[in-house]
């Protein structure tokens, strides 16, 4: 079988939140960390830590920490208006969506966490480093969904559990200096892939300085 | 001509640096952008804003931000020892080419600059989301280095400038709330693509909980 087309692979790369509970095979994991692995790294310090969760217990632990993140951000949908270009009624959509993972993630057969090791550093870089540290992880995760795709596995990336990442920590048993980044709900799509709705890229796209239009074409 | 498939793309997409001045096509910043899009952001807020950089003047004035960035960081390398797994020689050469690459980013035909306008939200999760925010930004950035290799344009994912973001930001005529996260210098490679060479899945990965080996196949 050939394998899908880069372009197509990234253009119907859908978040897909309703999975099966069907086993997915560990040599298809192993492949999607094969390809998350080769994302860039500040410094090429490759300090990503994956987790491959099966374990029902640690799945219903990990449930529980993202149950209490997704009310923290569902109170905060609530209380403001749907950005325009989706509206509320998409917005709705997708806020439902995320409801039912929350309320069957410990069905979902994989849940991978990609996780950062701080690597030592001054505290003042540290510092402003902070909001640009993901640059060292959420690349190889792209990596992931894409490869999900391409292998006909439905992911979706969620930050919300953490939002509690001390919680992520005990439950997983991981050291002081590794964070959780993001969680990434792995295994047969209900739903199916499609073409990604998106603004244009004229509308959040700018020429030498902010204010001047891009049309590129 | 058919497109390059899913992995290929993947694992040939190395961080090219040097790269030639030859102009890159309107089209093609374009296609990339197109791409770039395609990638998740938190409650799909597409709040992602890029700015196409092509002006020598605003060049050089991101390359005086970049340098002085260039600087602190090759500082904090001078002071530590090489990751076990890279060396001093190989450290040593990555080391190199940045350096080649911040004396001539006034060369390079594209700096493709990622941005993200905050969403307004309650201050307690934006605290505890700072360094989770990447992950509406940096999937994106994925998405412009694997189009850029398809497409067979040299790019890597710098965040150096951004630890002037405020100098960055008067440079670009920025809103206050619009933050940058990534400068891609675009470009065609002087070098080549080729094999990306990293730890292995089984280093970097546990089952379940901390400290349990995978192996997945």
Redesign the interface.
């Known amino acids: 079988m050939?394998?899908?087309?880069?372009?197509?692979?990234?253009?119907s790369?859908r978040?897909l939140r309703r999975l099966k509970p069907d086993p997915v095979p560990?040599?298809m994991?192993?492949k999607i960390?094969?390809?998350a692995?080769?994302?860039?790294s500040?410094?090429?310090?490759?300090n990503?830590?994956?987790?491959?969760?099966?374990?029902p217990e640690?799945k219903k632990q990990i449930q529980d920490v993202y149950l209490k993140g997704w009310r923290?951000?569902q109170g905060?949908?609530k209380s403001?208006k749907a950005?325009e270009?989706?509206g509320e009624e998409?917005?709705g959509r997708?806020l439902d969506a995320a409801t039912y993972l929350a309320e069957h993630m410990n069905e979902v057969p994989v849940l991978l966490v990609a996780c950062l090791k701080a690597p030592?550093?001054?505290a003042d870089?540290a510092a402003?480093?902070?909001?640009?540290?993901?640059?060292s992880?959420?690349?190889a995760?792209?990596?992931v969904?894409?490869?999900c795709r391409?292998l006909g596995l439905g992911a979706?990336?969620t930050?919300v559990a953490?939002?509690y990442d001390e919680e992520m920590q005990a439950v997983?048993?991981?050291?002081k200096d590794?964070?959780t980044?993001?969680l990434i709900p792995i295994g047969y799509p209900r739903g199916k892939f499609g073409p990604?709705q998106?603004?244009s890229?004229e509308e959040?796209?700018?020429?030498?300085?902010?204010?001047q239009a891009?049309?590129?074409?």
């Open positions: 050939s394998e899908l087309g880069i372009f197509e692979t990234i253009f790369t978040s560990d040599a994991i192993h960390l094969d390809a692995i080769r994302a860039p500040g410094g090429n310090n490759q990503w830590r994956f987790l491959v969760v099966k374990s640690v923290d951000v905060m949908y403001r950005p270009h989706l998409r917005l997708i030592p550093m001054p870089i402003r480093l902070g909001r640009l540290s993901g640059s992880i959420y690349p995760v792209q990596n969904l894409l490869s391409a979706t990336l930050t953490s939002l997983l048993g991981l050291p590794v964070s980044y993001a990604v998106r603004m890229v959040v796209t700018c020429v030498d300085r902010w204010g891009f049309t590129g074409k």
